[in-house]
Nanobody
Framework: QVHLVESGGGSVQAGGSLTLSCVRS????????MAWFRQAPGKEREGIAT????????YYADSVKDRFTISLDNAENTVYLQMNSLKPEDTAMYYC?????????????????WGQGTQVTVSS
């Protein structure tokens, strides 16, 4: 069983930065593709960034490309999301996800394990 715990959310003004962290425990001997999703009120959960466990290949949704960076610390079983140039439309609950065979997919159904989420609020 895999357990994911996110942290680092908060409130920030537009143009600011935040770094989210997600610590993975359980089955640490298995490599998982990791991803960040977000869900704003009244909207579908959106995949925004993925990273591969071996070569750290990354993939981003157009909405966050060039502003957000996903990274992986295998030794600490932690995945990060560095968010720069934040916009009010980035306001959402951010979730960490793990999938053994997800690849670079941003599709929700390819991920098996989810954290509880951390709230990010960006004010104008």
């Amino acid at each position: 069983q895999v357990h994911l715990v996110e942290s680092g959310g908060g409130s920030v003004q537009a143009g600011g930065s935040l770094t989210l962290s997600c610590v993975r425990s359980g089955n640490t001997y298995i490599n998982y593709f990791m991803a960040w999703f977000r869900q704003a009120p009244g909207k579908e959960r959106e995949g925004i960034a993925t990273i591969s466990p071996g070569d750290s290949e990354t993939y981003y949704a157009d909405s966050v490309k060039d502003r957000f960076t996903i990274s992986l610390d295998n030794a600490e079983n932690t995945v990060y999301l560095q968010m720069n140039s934040l916009k009010p439309e980035d306001t959402a609950m951010y979730y960490c996800a793990a999938g053994r065979y997800a690849g670079t997919s941003l599709a929700r159904e390819t991920y098996n394990y989810w954290g509880q989420g951390t709230q990010v609020t960006v004010s104008s």
